[in-house]
């Protein structure tokens, strides 16, 4: 197993993604939607921090954070976040009993894949290629032609920001701007 160590930094702003066990599509289930919103703000009341951006697929969740200024534990918050909402659950994906030896060892249901991928935002470039990455993701996997499309997508906010032009990321000359502007291999694991 490699020798993985994250970055911490207090009040950081970092890039997650989290993706569900075996690429299942959970999120095109509107009640699993609500339950993912309840376990985040729930994660929020009792670890403060922002989100700066989301988008919710059918299989991964991406999300731009901001800690506070004292605070670099995001791992605790992903994992909280990972608990809560497969409580709520309620059963629903309960582990099957062909699972492996290492997840029933540690108790881990099959909703969520065991580890997520983070980025620490390291310049203002940075943060606006992992900002446009996101909200193109919804037009990269498919699911819509223009980010305004999608619902589960903090692309709106952003719009009334002036970050945006409602038709930001619409048809194939924004597909091959964005692709040249974000580069290939942004986020590892999608």
Known sequence: MPD???AYTPGG?????????????IFTEPDNIK???????TVKA????????AVVLPD???FVWTLPPNDDNYSKRVGRLKVLFTRSLKGSFALPQDVCTSRQRHRESD????RFWEHTIRDEADWV???????????KHGLVECPHQWDFLSFRQFVREGFYEEDWGCGYRMKEAANNYIGEGLV???
């Open 13 to 25: 702003v970092i890039f997650i993604t989290l993706v569900t066990f075996n690429r299942r599509p």
């Open 4 to 6: 993985y160590r994250r």
């Open 129 to 139: 290629g992992h900002i446009n990455y996101l909200h193109y993701n919804p037009v």
């Open 60 to 62: 991964h969740i991406h």
């Open 111 to 114: 909703v969520w894949q065991r």
């Open 35 to 41: 339950r993912l919103r309840h376990a985040t703000a």
């Open 46 to 53: 009792e670890m403060p921090f922002d989100i700066t951006a």
């Open 188 to 190: 590892a694991g999608e």
